[in-house]
């Protein structure tokens, strides 16, 4: 089982809408991910958070908000969204620093949440 | 230039025969770590073996083992025994040591197998 928890699993929203999707670990990493991946496609990186500060925004439109309350909490906020925003949004989390420990450098994904944009 | 290299988008490989993944590399970093994961069609990427490339012994998984091969940049999959539920996309993806470029994560472009019976 995933030790990072996505909600929704699934959204379907107009474009005038504001809604969010959350992501919490509790594994004691620093650093947290936005993933957006569309169908057949590797996921691409839109946001880190390392130690609850943005470190990494990659270009990403402003109508998609990161938000990391703590060091477990990764919010990303939604507001009139285009239906090409529609895919897969994909949480994860890591130590944010090299640990030089095999297992320490992994990065965990959560499930996803579906999104669908109408 | 791509940092990950996946050249099959698609494998085929019968019940019960290894096959191996391909994945190739590109970092001028002393430090990095190579991953594979796992994406069935349910969406969930789910991590399926590490190389840290000061790790001197390949990597092994139970059925998943990493073949590494540092000199020629290379660190393919490599799946024993397949069964069906191995039927999904596989990333191969790396992150490079250094401070200011760790979290930047790079996933190749995926090979998607099927296991068939």
């Known amino acids: 089982d995933t030790e990072v928890t996505q909600t929704p699993k699934h959204l379907v929203m107009g474009m005038t809408n504001k809604k969010s999707l959350k992501c919490e670990q509790h594994?004691?990493?620093?650093?947290m991910y936005w993933y957006k991946q569309k169908a057949k496609k590797p996921p691409e990186l839109m946001f880190v958070y390392s130690y609850e500060k943005l470190s990494i925004n990659e270009s990403v439109p402003s109508r998609f908000s990161p938000e990391c309350p703590n060091s477990s909490l990764l919010n990303l906020h939604l507001h009139a969204l285009q239906p090409e925003d529609s895919a897969l949004y994909l949480c994860?989390?890591?130590?944010?620093?090299?640990?030089?420990?095999?297992?320490?450098?992994?990065?965990?994904f959560g499930e996803g949440s579906w999104l669908t944009v109408v | 230039a791509q940092k990950i290299t996946q050249t099959q988008p698609g494998m085929f490989v019968q019940e019960k025969e290894a096959v191996t993944l391909d994945c190739t590399y590109d970092?001028?970093?002393?430090?990095?770590?190579l991953f594979w994961y796992k994406q069935p069609s349910s969406g969930e990427m789910i991590f399926l073996i590490y190389?840290?490339?000061?790790?001197?012994q390949n990597a092994t998984e139970g059925r998943y083992s990493l073949n590494f091969q540092k000199a020629r940049k290379s660190a393919n999959l490599v799946i024993s025994a397949s069964q069906l539920g191995d039927s999904a996309m596989y990333f191969c993806?790396?992150?490079?040591?250094?401070?200011?470029?760790?979290?930047?994560?790079?996933f190749g472009s995926g090979t998607k197998l099927n296991v068939k019976p």
């Open positions: 190389q840290g490339s000061y790790d001197e």
């Open positions: 993806a790396m992150r490079e040591g250094l401070i200011y470029n760790f979290n930047k994560f790079y």
């Open positions: 594994m004691g990493h620093r650093a």
């Open positions: 994860a989390s890591s130590h944010s620093r090299d640990t030089k420990i095999s297992s320490g450098n992994t990065i965990y």
């Open positions: 970092t001028s970093d002393q430090s990095y770590g």
